[in-house]
């Protein structure tokens, strides 16, 4: 790519400068910030390395930094659009749009359903979404469930995960599935960090970066 920008295609630099910026997403300094502490699997799990630092195996992509992602590439694809060949390039398709959406609506606790307002900000297109008729739960309503949670030395998204199962499952005529969905919800390790490193008797911090750290799934 670097080659092709050094001929005169310097519209690609915008890709360059993007695919450079997810890069820095494997610096260990910054795992802590953008990453979960919870694995996919639900649980808090920790790694040794040969110096004896410990540190998390870090998880998934948090979901304020999935929304930075998507805010960056877009702003990427308006770049692209304006100086290079094609104005109505996509660098990203309004189907995975979409179902990006459903999954941090459904799964990810985003009940701001935050994903068309992005795409809005920073394109300026407003795209034929779907409405979400369930109970009309949103930002407010979420805003409430954290502030039960503090109040009961809850997980905020212990009680959002279990309302989104309930989501999964509303309408349904046959519900023989809600319970292990609802048992699987209640038995993810819902410590914080700091309880997960208190609990194990260590005295690093997450926030103490290592030079590399293990594969997040």
Known sequence: MEAMIDNG????SHLLDFREWLMQTEDPVRRSQIREVRRRSGRIEFFTYADGKTDFKYGPFKL???KEILER????QQAVRAKGPDPKVKLIQDEELFRIRQLWHHEEGDWEDSLPSIVEKVTGERMDWLEDDWSGMGGAEKRILEEVSLEGALHP???IELMDVERKYHGMNRRAGVYTHLEKTLNKDWRTGEQAYA??????????PVKEGPCAD
Do not use: C, K, V
């Open 64 to 66: 304020s930094f999935r």
């Open 9 to 12: 295609e310097e519209w690609l």
């Open 73 to 76: 590439l877009l702003s990427t």
């Open 199 to 208: 609990d194990e008797g260590l005295t690093a911090t997450p926030e103490d």
């Open 157 to 159: 998204n212990l009680l």
